[in-house]
């Protein structure tokens, strides 16, 4: 038993570990970040200057195992991208995160209890086959797609989920997002984008 349990903990310690370096690889392949951040109008020395400030000009081995030790100490750098503190960064989205995480297991357990009972206690019914048929779409439909036309729905076009109440207090207003201009947010009868 306890071999199994450390058999287990090393398992998810290795599966971590790829995961932190297939992280690093991306952010060090996805291009010069000193770019992004400041711009093209940069000169040489503001680039150099800032790869020294955030670790870049160190050797590849040595900027990996920085990584590390952010990670596991929770110091997680600025991002390179917004050149902010990712832990911030990450802090001030958990409250939606959680909102939406929340949202959507009260789905799955409104609909997927009843509609589970149902189909066991009428097994070969149109309720079991129903049931059956919406779980294998359920599982075949890509997640991040299904998500993606979820929040489309819920949020932008309805305006009836937490990322809608947020947005609309936030700087941009659902009704007016980039998303509007997407075909399939209007009907033939509509004058198209507000």
């Known amino acids: 038993m306890i071999?199994?349990?450390?058999?287990?903990?090393?398992?998810?310690?290795?599966?971590?570990?790829?995961?932190?370096?297939?992280?690093?690889?991306?952010?060090?392949?996805?291009?010069?970040?000193t770019a992004t951040i400041l711009g093209p109008m940069a000169t040489q020395d503001q680039r150099a200057e800032l790869r020294a400030e955030l670790g870049l000009d160190q050797p590849l081995l040595a900027q990996y195992f920085?990584?590390?030790?952010?990670?596991?100490?929770?110091?997680?750098?600025?991002?390179?991208?917004?050149?902010?503190?990712?832990?911030?960064?990450?802090?001030?989205?958990?409250?939606f995160t959680l909102q939406l995480v929340g949202a959507?297991?009260?789905?799955?357990?409104?609909?997927?209890?009843?509609?589970g009972v149902l189909a066991a206690t009428r097994?070969?019914?149109?309720?079991?086959r129903m049931a059956s048929a919406l779980a294998l779409v359920g599982q075949s439909i890509p997640v991040f797609w299904l998500g993606m036309m979820l929040v489309l729905l819920f949020a932008v076009q309805w305006g009836c989920?937490?990322?809608?109440?947020?947005?609309?207090?936030?700087?941009?207003?659902?009704?007016?997002?980039?998303?509007?201009?997407?075909?399939?947010?209007?009907?033939?009868?509509?004058p198209g984008p507000r």
């Open 3 to 33: 071999r199994r349990i450390l058999v287990r903990v090393v398992a998810v310690l290795v599966t971590l570990l790829i995961a932190i370096s297939i992280a690093f690889a991306l952010g060090r392949l996805s291009g010069d970040p």
């Open 104 to 115: 959507g297991m009260l789905i799955a357990v409104v609909v997927g209890v009843p509609l």
């Open 123 to 128: 097994e070969g019914s149109w309720w079991d």
């Open 66 to 95: 920085d990584y590390l030790r952010g990670v596991f100490t929770g110091d997680l750098g600025n991002s390179l991208q917004f050149y902010q503190p990712n832990l911030t960064m990450i802090l001030d989205r958990l409250p």
């Open 161 to 190: 989920s937490p990322l809608a109440s947020r947005a609309a207090s936030s700087t941009w207003c659902c009704r007016r997002s980039p998303w509007r201009s997407i075909p399939w947010h209007t009907s033939r009868d509509s």
